[in-house]
């Protein structure tokens, strides 16, 4: 004969087990790409500013005047190259192999940093020949968009450090495969707008 004290319990346990379960995978997910997609609009806003004031040179330098194809295009290919490595780190992820995850994401820190080293020698060479930021509003532009997503890059370098401490210190445990698995959304994001930026503002600029 069931009691009323029974069926009480037997409610409690039923609430107390829907409560506690929950998706931390797809929360997560879902948390991070709608940050990517207001990531993406901001980008879109400064590519739109740029498509405005790109031509507005205020009798300064042109693109064509200024820009090293070439510098670029070796800029481009170390962040093209980082992308490989970290899906290979990802790979590697999954497989539960931790030394060669880290090892992958070394190299792609390597990449990164040569990268933002590049984009750092371009703008010391543009304001040592006077093409500030202040200079024009294409400078100004330019300088925004271009730093903005260095500063991007500047970012997964300090993200994927501290990945490598959480895997050195947990290994491959499910919440460092999430925590990679948004690191790996937002670096090839970046690759993405860099692609965006080497042929909108660098190839077509010279083009001009």
Known sequence: MTTHADTDIDR???????EEHHDADGATALGFWIYLMSDALIFATLFAAYGVLGTSYAGGPAPRQIFELPLVALNTTFLLLSSITF?????????????????WLVITALFGIAFVGVELHEFAGLIAEGATPQRSAFLSAFFTLVGTHGLHVS??????????????????????????????????????????????????????
């Open 155 to 208: 970012f997964g370098l300090v993200w994927i450090a501290v990945m490598l401490v959480q895997i050195g210190q947990r290994g491959l445990i499910p919440a460092n495969k999430r925590r990679l698995m948004c690191l790996g959304m937002f670096w090839h994001l970046l690759d993405v707008v860099w692609i965006g930026v080497f042929t909108f503002v660098y190839l077509l600029g010279v083009v001009r």
């Open 87 to 103: 899906g290979m780190a990802a790979i590697d992820s999954h497989a539960g192999k931790v030394r060669s995850t880290q090892v």
């Open 12 to 18: 409690d346990a039923f609430y107390v087990t829907e």
